[in-house]
Nanobody, 121 residues
Framework: QVQLVESGGGLVQAGGSLRLSCTASGTIFRINKMGWYRQAPGKERELVAA???????NYGDAVKGRFTISGDTGKNAMYLQMNSLKPEDTAVYYC???????????????WGQGTQVTVSS
């Protein structure tokens, strides 16, 4: 059984910073991709940032230049450094991972439970 555990959310003033962490645990052969998504009230879930095994990254347009995603393959962990936060960044942030559980096995999709980020003006 694979679990994704997030931490690091909270309340911050506009212009401030937060760092989110996500760690995958369980029987894992390889993590192909990890990413952060967010969902604000009344809005659809959107991609914030993603990192692919090998280190390639991509970002949603709303966060480019302000957020940085990084990974630690040895720890099956991913981080999101969020700088210059704006009130519109307020949302529940979800960790996602595409994981292969055994060699030559299929890829499975997992989600964390979400962590609240609130940016006050």
């Amino acid at each position: 059984q694979v679990q994704l555990v997030e931490s690091g959310g909270g309340l911050v003033q506009a212009g401030g910073s937060l760092r989110l962490s996500c760690t995958a645990s369980g029987t894992i052969f390889r993590i192909n991709k990890m990413g952060w998504y967010r969902q604000a009230p009344g809005k659809e879930r959107e991609l914030v940032a993603a990192i692919i095994s090998g280190g390639s990254t991509n970002y949603g347009d709303a966060v480019k230049g302000r957020f940085t995603i990084s990974g630690d393959t040895g720890k099956n962990a991913m981080y999101l450094q969020m700088n210059s936060l704006k009130p519109e960044d307020t949302a529940v942030y979800y960790c996602h991972a595409s994981i292969i559980l055994k060699d030559y096995g299929p890829t499975y999709s997992y989600w964390g439970q979400g962590t609240q980020v609130t940016v006050s003006s």
